[in-house]
């Protein structure tokens, strides 16, 4: 089944303690990125990446590292996690011909900083 | 950069009848796309519908169709005939050169 895994779904964590979420996609898809989702202000785009070592910054990068050393993977980094960094992640990719091909999201990451 | 605004953050309607979902988009290129996504409540990221910019006919998915005006920047969702399961909520985003920018969302409800 095509699809595009994201994990962990919910995540708990304290200030200043590192860490990933996971992103894997298994539709040979160039193109993969993170948003966060908060109330009011839709989705924003944390990084995306149009191709393997190829990485950049969407509106919101600040607090979050990534990396494409696999096409099918993006993984998103907190180095040192604070409490406005909680909100809803999601990671989504999609198919070469990056203008037509619609984006295909994992299910969510909920993250909570306290 | 571009932008998208979704002005109505909630609407209602009751079944069977027909929607309107607004959307407006602000952007310096030419070659780009539009689409709805739909949320339900289990919070996964739908596509409803797509819309290439340099086609003039209106995109149609069944009982979901746009009303697309490229000089007015304008990028409606029309959705006909509405069902209970339509509740969700519904973003309208913009999709260029690598970067895809999206509006804040409108909360539609389906009354029974």
Known sequence: EAQVTQNPRYLITVTGKKLTVTCSQNMNHEY????????????RQIYYSMNVEV??????????????KEKRNFPLILESPSPNQT?????????????NSPLHFGNGTRLTVT | AQTVTQSQPEMSVQEAETVTLSCTYDTSENNYYL??????P???MILVIRQEAYKQQNAT????????????????????????????????AFKGAGKSTF????????KP
Do not use: H
């Not at chain 2, 509006?103 to 389906?110: H, P």
């Open chain 1, 55 to 68: 990485t950049d910054k969407g509106d919101v990068p600040e607090g979050y590292k990534v990396s494409r």
């Open chain 1, 87 to 99: 909100s809803l992640y999601f990671c989504a990719s999609s198919s070469p011909g990056v203008y």
């Open chain 2, 35 to 40: 689409f709805w996504y739909k949320q339900p």
């Open chain 2, 42 to 44: 289990s919070r996964q």
């Open chain 1, 32 to 43: 993969m990125s993170w948003y966060r989702q908060d109330p009011g202000l839709g989705l």
């Open chain 2, 61 to 92: 998915e069944n009982r979901f169709s746009v009303n697309f005006q490229k000089a007015a920047k304008s990028f409606s969702l029309k959705i006909s005939d509405s069902q209970l399961g339509d509740t969700a909520m519904y973003f309208c």
């Open chain 2, 103 to 110: 509006g804040d969302g409108t909360t539609l409800t389906v």
